[in-house]
Nanobody, 115 residues
Framework: QVQLVESGGGLVQPGGSLRLSCAAS????????TGWHRQAPGKQREMVAG???????NYADSVKGRFTISRDNAKNTVYLQMNSLKPEDTAVYYC?????????WGQGTQVTVSS
């Protein structure tokens, strides 16, 4: 049973930072591509960042230079370091991993950027 659990969300002021964590059980994240996605109220879910099994990362244009995705294989956890946060980054953030043809999602963590 693959489970993903996100944590690290919260309320932060514009320009601040947060680090989100996605801890996995039931599989090794180092074997698969894992991504962070977000969904703001009234908007479609969008991909924010992804990291392949080989460690290559890609980012949405809206977060390039501000967000960094990384993975700790020993902890079986993927992180999203978010710097220079903007109000438009406010959303529920989800991590997901795809194993062959099946995708697994966490429950999400709320990030609110507001003064």
């Amino acid at each position: 049973q693959v489970q993903l659990v996100e944590s690290g969300g919260g309320l932060v002021q514009p320009g601040g930072s947060l680090r989100l964590s996605c801890a996995a059980s039931g599989t090794s994240l180092s074997k698969w591509t894992t991504g962070w996605h977000r969904q703001a109220p009234g908007k479609q879910r969008e991909m924010v960042a992804g990291i392949t099994s080989g460690g290559s990362a890609n980012y949405a244009d809206s977060v390039k230079g501000r967000f960094t995705i990384s993975r700790d294989n020993a902890k079986n956890t993927v992180y999203l370091q978010m710097n220079s946060l903007k109000p438009e980054d406010t959303a529920v953030y989800y991590c997901s991993t795809t194993i062959f043809v099946s995708s697994y999602w966490g429950q999400g963590t709320q990030v609110t950027v507001s003064s």
